[in-house]
């Protein structure tokens, strides 16, 4: 089964420095409304005008995965820490038992677009971590690239939760697939381009929570760069 979420019906904010899309909540093809996909509690693109930003704030318990789509991020903590991420680089807060932290456009110039996803964290009150990474975009191509999981696997981050994150990069015409263990689920999320998957078309900025499958397959109707998130119930 599968439930698309279309850019289109997502809910906005928009502020004079900020554009805001918000993947959840939606409504499924029954009517029901979902605020989120089992630990997937937001997934937010999001627009920030030169020179402006989100000052410092509390999170807690939530895996934050921050990509950078283009523009420059200044990022700084309560653990001390400070750092510029610039287009590709990804950023994961494990905010634990708490930590506050700040993310800002530092160009005077161009706007920062940025993605940002939200999961709850399997355990309370852990201990805070920053952790930042860059892909390079070979990496995504041809198989799917592990951007985080709950197991030490390579140059993957580490998260707190039964959640596997990755990335694909797909030429146009290009298919992919991935399989899903009994009582796994999967959300996609097209970051660009345009994707076909169960005879739906996802444009940029369009999800699916897909269930009660054994297979994922995607074909790319135009170059599309795609995340998919594998998670346990």
């Known amino acids: 089964m599968i439930c698309v ?19 959840f909540p939606f409504r499924t093809p029954d009517q029901r409304r979902l605020d989120h996909w089992r630990a997937l509690r937001f997934l937010n693109e999001d627009r920030i005008a030169p020179g402006m ?8 318990d939530l895996e934050i995965l921050t990509l950078v789509l283009s523009g420059t991020l200044l990022h700084k903590d309560s653990l001390k820490n400070e750092c510029l991420l610039s287009g590709g680089d990804l ?23 940025l993605l940002q996803l939200g999961i709850s964290a399997r ?8 952790q930042i990474a860059t892909f390079a975009p070979e990496c995504c191509r041809q198989s799917w690239c592990l951007l985080a999981s709950p197991e030490e696997t390579g140059d993957a981050f580490l998260i707190c939760q039964d959640v596997w994150i990755y990335r694909r990069l797909l030429d146009r015409n290009e298919t992919a697939a ?5 009582g796994r689920t999967a959300w996609l999320h097209v970051i660009s381009g345009l994707v076909l998957v169960s005879g739906h078309i996802l444009k940029p900025g369009d999800g699916a929570g897909i269930e009660n499958e054994d297979e994922i397959v995607l074909k790319a109707e135009e170059a599309a760069d795609v995340l998919l998130l594998e998670l346990g119930l």
């Open 5 to 23: 979420s279309l850019r289109v019906e997502c809910d906005r904010t928009t502020w004079s420095w900020l554009e805001s899309c918000h993947t």
């Open 91 to 113: 950023r994961l807060l494990s905010t634990g038992a708490g930590m506050l932290h700040s993310e800002m456009n530092i160009s005077s110039e161009h706007p920062l677009h």
């Open 53 to 60: 930003g989100f000052g410092m704030r509390p999170d807690r």
């Open 178 to 182: 991935h399989q899903l263990a009994p």
């Open 123 to 130: 355990g309370m009150s852990l201990t805070p971590v920053c």
